[in-house]
């Protein structure tokens, strides 16, 4: 019985084409709709996560500076120098690495070609903290760090830009004028791509004395760049590193702090957290259109019983029962809401692909949005499908059969 049930509903629906399209095309735009907001969402979230990545593994950025507003001071504060490093270095537990970072935005020259870029100086352990790996060449001697040689290390970005065009040249072993200097390339960094700051790969790397003496002028530093081990108690360690800054800049107990501390995990969180919410707003407000794409099936069940009453007279009246007339019915709603649902998914894949690359986000199939959206597609036909199948499995057989 269920088969000749569904059989029935299903030439019913292929009668009228063209209806059954448009009865379900509430259905298909909200299941597309909710599929492609979640799965852009989804990608949106994992490319911030991503990037956060990018800039470091449990990473903390420490850099000088005071809260501003009621209860804040503004004035210069004091910059961090390499001890400041070293101190962390020796007496702080659970730190991987840590690479006093400077910084100036510079004109550097190669082969005729000039490019506008940002030279940092640091130490090895800098690459170590921000996940950076080398395409070609290598990194610094140690007493090239301490007496600050004229060798440097550059990013993909400035390779491109100043080397790729010459004949034979890489950029490795190559000279590159930095400023008043001349300096050595003896390495090509690996590309990251574009990040939360930036292009990550307009870099060049140098030792940081290098840059204080022959570009700065100032042993002072920007940033203290942090990498903590795996498995340690960020909340701890970042309690033990404001103590030792406190104490180093000489703050008395009713001082603010004139630095900050930077997490990027909390940040990579936040971020996703933010996005997830949005996610699920967009997801709530593109689900109303299924909602809406129910109470046209509904409409359209209700049209489909009045025009079918002879037949469902007829039906009675040959000794169908209550049910039967009803499941016939409700089936008919189903399929055409679970037909939109299917139809819906097919849609929202291709668009999520499409949207995905053009956003630049990563596609993420996600089984468990598609098939929650096929279901309470279905269910909606089951919910709206009630009442018209309802109404026809309750009519008098020879009201029925009297009807023009």
Known sequence: MLFNTLFLALRSIRRNLLRSFLTILGIVIGVSAVITMVTLGNGATQAVQMQIAGLGTNLLMVRPGQRHGPGGSGGSVPQFTEADANAIRAQIGGIAAVAPEGRANITVVANSRNWATSVYGSSNDWFETGNWKLASGRLFEADEQRAGAAVCIIGETVRRELYSGAVGQTGLGEQLRVKQFSCNVIGVLAAKG???????????????????????????????????????????????????????????????????????????????????????????????????????????????????????????????????????????????????????????????????????????????????????????????????????????????????
Do not use: C, W
């Not at 702090?257 to 996005?275: H, M, P």
């Not at 409409?299 to 000794?319: D, H, K, Q, W």
């Not at 053009?358 to 009442?387: C, E, H, Q, R, W």
């Open 194 to 404: 574009q990040g939360g700051m930036g292009d990550q790969d307009d870099s060049v790397v140098v030792p940081l004395h290098t840059l204080q003496r022959r570009v700065t002028g100032s042993r002072k530093v920007n940033t203290l760049l942090i990498s903590m081990e795996d498995g340690s108690d960020s909340t701890r360690l970042k309690t033990s590193l404001r103590q030792l800054l406190r104490e180093r800049r000489k703050l008395a107990d009713s001082d603010d702090d004139n630095f900050n501390i930077f997490d990027t995990q909390q940040l990579a969180e936040t971020l996703s957290g933010t996005t997830q919410v949005m996610t699920t707003l967009l997801g709530a407000v593109a689900a109303v259109s299924l909602l809406v794409g129910g109470i046209g099936i509904m409409n359209i069940m209700l049209v489909s019983v009045t025009e079918r009453t002879r037949e469902i007279g007829l039906r009675l009246a040959i000794g169908a029962l209550e049910h039967e007339v009803l499941l016939q019915f409700l089936i008919e709603a189903v399929a055409l809401a679970a037909l939109g649902g299917g139809i819906g998914i097919g849609i929202a894949t291709g668009a999520s692909i499409v949207l995905a690359g053009v956003m630049g986000v990563p596609y993420l199939f996600d089984p468990t949005i598609n098939l929650l959206s096929f279901l309470f597609s279905a269910v909606i036909g089951v919910v709206f499908g009630y009442f018209p199948a309802r109404r026809a499995a309750q009519m008098d057989p020879i009201e029925a059969l009297r009807h023009e």
